[in-house]
């Protein structure tokens, strides 16, 4: 019997949610999305950590270029001698920041951190379709956030080599007046546009009236990007969409797909099970509607449930214990959000010190600015790292503690890294890839089994510029979808 999380009372067992989603899957035609290892995608330590820090907007704790700064909000150009005069609120933003002196961060020069800085591309990105007859992209599904927009042929300068959505090709879409939407990213670049509806088609399953987000402007930074857009997986609570100024947020495709009358109870969720570009013969995936029973199986064990706080719009947890080698961490009262769209495993200080305490040779870097260690350690030198989500905990991966090689070529980059001054983890990819999730975003819960490869292999993956590596010829979006070859 499954229970609910919140009360424990029984409800229905997983053998009938497995038949009512069989029907669905049947009559709907629906089919896995396949995850696309983006071969352009460069792993890049520090990099990903830049872009953490300018997702989330938290203050590093461990020293290193980079770090947060509040700046005065310009709205325009205000003479000095005005300024006092003027007088009221002054407002301010965070700004990462980094420093330009050599060394160990003894000096105080800043410079404002670029799109250079920071990881700029996908690491997985996935099939959708919009409109009618069926426009096809590729764009990055993110657990993260909640806008779904997309590349648009009103956007000229940087979608060369990209797939746009024509809303002028499809018969079935309305644009939404007096909507727009605008994102700004860390880095200061932004996206920006109008919205429309559209069908939106996600492994067959045919989502009605989603409010798309078409860019009508973009930052020369997406230029280097692969995707085509983003599709928010979050709650919609905090998309961006205003209408005439003011904020209105619009439902993310999960949220209209769960109001949809051809969608049961038992279908109001989709799933997700990465591999690693080091895994022979696995292929990540979504699905949208249905439970992949056959890696239920594979996995021997039964889905643990665990409640999802979703007050500030993201799949938060509780995640109040983890181990390391068998060593029990009490973290009374901490939560954590699953993020599909961060790479890494953001955790405590307390937590990150003693993992790399257990690899050979680990040491904190300053100009990395993480935990880095060497490239010879073996899988057996890296501890059993598990941690908790709900009531149960689970192991991550060996192989991914070693996500990305130093610039040295001498170290491993760590999968694990501080939160710094964030009162919850961050469990990226580096956690995900260790498990099959369920997103049950209908009854507000995420459920996991455990998916550990039988081998870990620390080798450089293929993206990587390391050993075996080397560089690949750069593809894009618009030659995959034409040459169908993911």
């Known amino acids: 019997m499954l229970a609910n999380p919140s009360t424990n009372t029984p ?11 069989d029907k669905v899957k049947q009559d709907l035609g629906l089919s896995k999305i396949r995850v696309i290892h983006n071969q352009n995608y460069k792993r890049h330590g520090t990099k990903s950590y830049v872009y953490a820090l300018n997702r989330y907007k938290f203050q590093p704790t461990k020293p290193g270029p980079y770090y947060l700064v509040d700046k005065v909000k310009q709205h325009g150009i205000v003479p000095e001698e005005l300024k006092g005069a003027l007088g009221g609120t002054v407002h301010t933003e965070r700004t990462l920041v980094k420093k330009t002196d050599p060394g160990d961060g003894g000096g105080d020069h800043t410079a404002e951190v ?58 079935s879409f309305k644009m939404l007046a007096g909507k727009k939407w605008k994102i700004q990213y860390g880095d200061g670049s932004t996206a920006s546009g109008d919205c429309g509806a559209d069908t939106l088609v996600l492994g067959g399953l045919s989502i009605k009236n ?3 987000e078409c860019a009508t402007k973009l930052s020369q930074a997406f230029s280097k990007g692969t995707s085509d857009g983003l599709l928010g997986l979050a709650w919609g609570k905090i998309n961006t969409v205003t209408d005439d100024g003011k904020p209105d947020p619009q439902a993310t495709p999960v949220e209209n797909m769960i109001k949809q009358d051809d969608i049961p109870k038992e279908s109001e969720l989709f799933t997700s099970a990465f ?5 022979k013969n696995a292929e990540s995936f979504y699905t949208f509607g249905y439970i992949d029973q056959d890696l239920i199986k594979k996995s021997g064990q039964d889905i ?13 947890v509780s995640s109040e214990s983890c181990s390391i080698n068998g060593e029990s961490i009490d973290l009374s009262g901490n939560t954590a959000i699953a993020d ?7 955790m405590s200080d307390k937590v990150v010190e003693k993992v790399y305490e257990k690899i050979p040779g680990a040491t904190y870097d300053y100009l990395n600015q993480g935990y880095i260690f060497p490239i010879t350690v073996k899988a057996d030198d890296i ?7 709900g009531d ?38 580096t956690f995900l890839k260790s498990v099959y999730s369920v997103w049950d975003q209908g009854n507000r819960r995420l459920g996991l089994v455990p998916k550990i490869q039988d081998t870990q292999n620390l080798e450089p993956p293929p993206d990587d510029d390391g050993t075996d590596g080397g560089k690949k010829e750069r593809i894009t979006s618009l030659d995959l979808v034409t040459s169908q070859k993911y």
């Open 392 to 429: 149960k905990q689970y192991v991550i991966q060996k192989e991914d503690l070693a996500f990305a090689v130093t610039d040295d070529k001498k170290h491993w980059y760590g999968g694990i890294q501080s939160r710094g001054t964030m009162p919850f983890d961050i469990l990226g990819d």
């Open 275 to 279: 591999y690693s570009s080091r895994d």
């Open 383 to 389: 501890p059993e790292v598990k941690v908790a989500i």
């Open 340 to 346: 599909t769209g961060t790479t890494l495993a953001l």
């Open 114 to 171: 670029t799109a250079e800085d920071q990881q700029n591309d996908s690491m997985y990105i996935c099939e959708i379709g919009i409109g009618n007859p069926v426009q096809k992209l590729l764009v990055d599904f993110d657990t993260g956030s909640a806008d779904t927009w997309v590349r648009t042929k009103a956007d000229k300068s940087t979608h060369e080599g990209h797939n746009v959505f024509n809303p002028r090709l499809s018969t």
């Open 11 to 21: 409800e229905v067992t997983m053998d009938a949610i497995f038949s009512a989603q």
């Open 304 to 316: 643990h449930w665990t409640e999802v706080d979703n007050s500030q719009g993201f799949w938060s």
């Open 210 to 212: 989603q409010t798309i």
